[in-house]
């Protein structure tokens, strides 16, 4: 087995990268892949580790793209596997969307504090991040540590909710990849342009969509992915239809599509109960990346 999609501390997952190839090691998996939101950062440690041991590391990166709901581009992330990461055009980008990702999280915990009076500063909710990819989880974590009566009953993807698109806290950010654009940036770096848990998205006409999404140059899709133990499946009474009906969909569409499949388990370092591979992403997908 394989798993394209893990977080490393890099981002909002709570393992170092070296970490994920450990635990990919002891579980026997064949290849994984990081990537981390909107930073390649930990892809220097991820690589170098990896180098001399039994496991294929694919580098990687997951774009969050500009939010259009005339498009229903609406939270929608974008995958690039066995991408350079030492790409200067690549770099430069990520940069540029690190910075947005910043005056965005930083105006959300204004918002909160002002609006909402929560007890919350951008200087707590950075300090729980590393490299500065502060992340909407970081701010969901100081919600609840410094707020226990505002936060009580409710639950993390609650407050998640609020500061998302759509919530009543939400802000968008001033600087963001639109989704060609984050097509285009992985292919011109190597890689191979994946579409992340399709099966999480509001989208009026699926067909249509990704019909839109093959003609502006997507080339792969998440097919296995563990739906059950994600938004907004998780802890509802839809969650193990999502999980039944959502990866044999979009097999079927990546066959339809001719898109590379994709697969991986989204692992942050255990939260919701998600560990590596549980996504039992088959290796013959290894051959579409490497």
């Not at 394209?4 to 909002?12: E, G, I, Q, T, V």
């Not at 635990?23 to 990537?35: G, S």
């Not at 910043?102 to 300090?127: D, M, N, P, S, W």
């Not at 848990?197 to 699926?206: E, L, M, R, V």
Request: charged share 30%; net charge negative.
């Amino acid at each position: 087995m394989i798993d394209l999609h893990l977080h490393s501390n890099n981002s909002d997952g709570l393992d170092a990268p070296s970490q994920l190839i450990d635990k990919a090691i002891e579980l026997n998996l064949k290849a994984i892949a990081l990537t981390d939101h909107d930073t390649i950062s930990g892809l220097r440690e991820f690589l170098s580790y990896g180098e001399d041991k039994d496991l294929i590391v694919i580098p990687g990166v997951e774009f969050s793209i500009q939010h259009e709901p005339k498009r229903e581009l609406i939270d929608v992330h974008i995958i690039g596997l066995n991408i350079d990461a030492d790409s200067a055009k690549l770099i430069n980008s990520i940069q540029d969307q690190l910075k947005g990702r910043l005056e965005q999280k930083k105006a959300i915990c204004r918002r909160l504090r002002k609006e909402f009076g929560y007890v919350i500063t951008f200087e707590e909710v950075r300090e729980l991040a590393v490299n500065n990819v502060v992340g909407r989880p970081h701010i969901v974590e100081i919600m609840k540590k410094n707020n226990p009566s505002m936060t009580q009953g409710k639950s993390k993807n609650d407050l998640f909710k609020m500061i998302s698109v759509g919530g009543e806290a939400f802000i968008e950010r001033t600087t963001e990849l639109t989704f060609e654009d984050s097509i285009d940036l992985i292919k011109s770096v190597g890689g191979v342009p994946i579409l992340a848990h399709p099966g999480i998205h509001d989208i009026s006409n699926c067909i249509k969509f990704i019909e839109f999404c093959v003609s502006v140059g997507l080339e792969g899709i998440e097919v296995e992915y563990p739906y059950a133990k994600n938004r907004p499946f998780y802890n509802t009474d839809r969650a193990i239809w999502a999980q039944e009906y959502f990866p044999s969909y979009y097999r079927k569409i990546a066959e339809k599509y001719k898109l590379k499949k994709s697969g991986g388990s989204d692992y942050h370092g255990g939260k919701k109960g998600i560990e590596i591979g549980e996504a039992q992403v088959p290796e013959k997908y290894l051959k579409n990346f490497i």
